[in-house]
């Protein structure tokens, strides 16, 4: 399997540079997350293959959407809420394993139910596809995005904490908060850019 996971993440370095390195650094966070809450080691590598592959989908989006430096317009984000699903179609016809295909496919669902492609809630989503929704938060909101500069990593923090609509998994928020707060968690490249955007 690992031949496969190495040749889908080389295309989408190819195809979309900035979705492969995202993939890296919420893999870092996610397993970093998984570990402390005691995940052995066959459910540490079905997290790490989902969180490298989680954006697969978006293989299957045009380049300029992708890279689009400003705000997108709703038809434009309306297919890029494809990619969830699209992301599991890939996998599951290059016989991945169940669990992997439907946490890339949860992987933008919220506890609230708002989330989507499906409208999933509470239970019904897996644990990991909590944590990867988490990681990815974070993530998106402290690197640099094609249409804005990377954010501090305490603006990324504070948007999970203050969760008013309940969209966020409370037990693995509250170790995520504590990796960077308390443990001092860092992602190098993350770190690097947010020093470069507090000295420009």
Known sequence: MEKIVNALIAAIEIWDPYTAGHQKRVATISLAIAREMGFEKE???VMRIAAILHDIGKINLPAEILCKPGKLAECEFNLIKIHSK???QILRK?????????IVYQHHE???????PRGLMGN???IEARILRI???????SANRPY?????IEDALKEIEDDPDGKYDTVIRDVCLDLFRIKNFKIKD??????ERTVS
């Open 148 to 152: 804005r500069p990377a954010g501090a």
């Open 190 to 195: 993350i770190q690097m850019r947010n020093a």
């Open 135 to 141: 990681a990815d938060v974070v993530e998106a909101i």
């Open 110 to 116: 919220t506890l609230d139910g708002k989330g989507y």
């Open 86 to 88: 699209a992301g599991y």
């Open 124 to 126: 019904d989503i897996c």
């Open 43 to 45: 459910q540490l590598d």
């Open 94 to 102: 290059i016989n991945f394993p169940d669990k992997i295909a439907e």
